[in-house]
């Protein structure tokens, strides 16, 4: 409680016209998310997972905590991947030209062809540490 509160009275400064976009992660919601994590979570600061513009730019922010390990809260998690699933079809649909993945957890991720449109999926990490592979 009192991290969040010295968190929000640091940031209170922020001029309004700059937007502060808060994701989760594992020093968050843990390593392993469950219901009360994520719930304390969004009680301080949002949503988990969301998506917003900016200059033509639809920009997704996802939880990937539930990637590493969403055994603690599987309902939260499959809601998250149907959400990304319909998020992403609503941009194919949209005509959305530019998407940039906003996540904590680097995950390494490879595009999958779906006819008129795609989307990125998680794989396995790289076998070097750090590394990921671009989309292509």
Known sequence: QDATAAFKQVFSDIHEDIS???LCG????GDRPTPT???AWK???????????VNGVKFIVIN???LKDGTGAPE????QEAWLAGALAASTRA?????????QVL????????????TARPSPPAATPGASAPLR
Request: proline content about 0%; charged content about 15%; overall charge negative.
């Open 76 to 79: 939260e998690g499959a809601a």
């Open 64 to 66: 990937s905590q539930y």
């Open 26 to 29: 594992n020093h968050d919601v």
């Open 95 to 103: 005509g959305t030209h530019w998407q940039v993945l906003v996540q």
């Open 20 to 22: 502060l976009v808060c």
């Open 37 to 39: 994590t994520i719930a």
């Open 107 to 118: 995950t390494r991720l490879s595009r999958v062809d779906l006819g008129a449109g795609t």
């Open 43 to 53: 009680g301080h600061f949002g949503d988990d997972y969301f998506s917003f513009f």
